[in-house]
């Protein structure tokens, strides 16, 4: 799998979070409760991340959880049901995934095996970064995000 390290900034995000088995539930989540939520917010056309909170190889589907997050600015005031967290500032692994929601376990599992065979992961949150302009086919279901995993 092809990957570029980077170094990426802190991001301050108000985030929605599922829990749940991971897969088609968070697309789910996504389009019934998170986008209604920024579009409510008017927090539309900023970039998302997709945070797993949990390693669904060592924890039962119904304990796993994800935040669905997005991008706001330092003045924002959030309000609940969002919670605020940020995406920790450092040095990623960062590859390009072109795919389904069921597709991405699989690139996910492809990606740490690639990064922890080598000896580059290190510990530290691991997401998935969408860009403000975000679209999903509507047929197909495939859609583009970035995988970023810290590493050494």
């Not at 706001?72 to 500032?89: C, G, H, L, Q, S």
């Not at 069921?102 to 065979?117: I, K, M, N, T």
């Amino acid at each position: 799998m092809d990957f570029q390290v980077m170094e990426l900034p802190a991001v301050r995000v108000a985030y929605l979070r599922y829990k749940g088995p991971f897969g088609a539930g968070i697309g789910e989540f996504w389009q019934e409760v998170f986008t209604p939520w920024m579009q409510a917010f008017r927090l539309t056309g900023r970039v998302t991340y997709g945070v797993a909170q949990d390693d669904p190889s060592t924890t039962p589907p119904s304990e796993c959880r994800y935040d669905a997050c997005v991008a706001v600015d330092a003045d924002y005031t959030i309000v609940a049901p969002a919670k605020e967290a940020t995406i920790p500032a450092g040095r990623y692994a960062v590859t390009q995934f072109k795919g389904t929601g069921d597709e991405v376990p699989a690139a996910w599992g492809a990606f740490f095996g690639q990064l922890h065979a080598s000896g580059q992961a290190d510990a530290g949150a691991c997401f998935e970064r969408y860009p403000a302009d975000y679209k999903m086919d509507p047929e197909t279901g495939v859609f583009n995000c970035e995988l970023c995993i810290p590493v050494k």
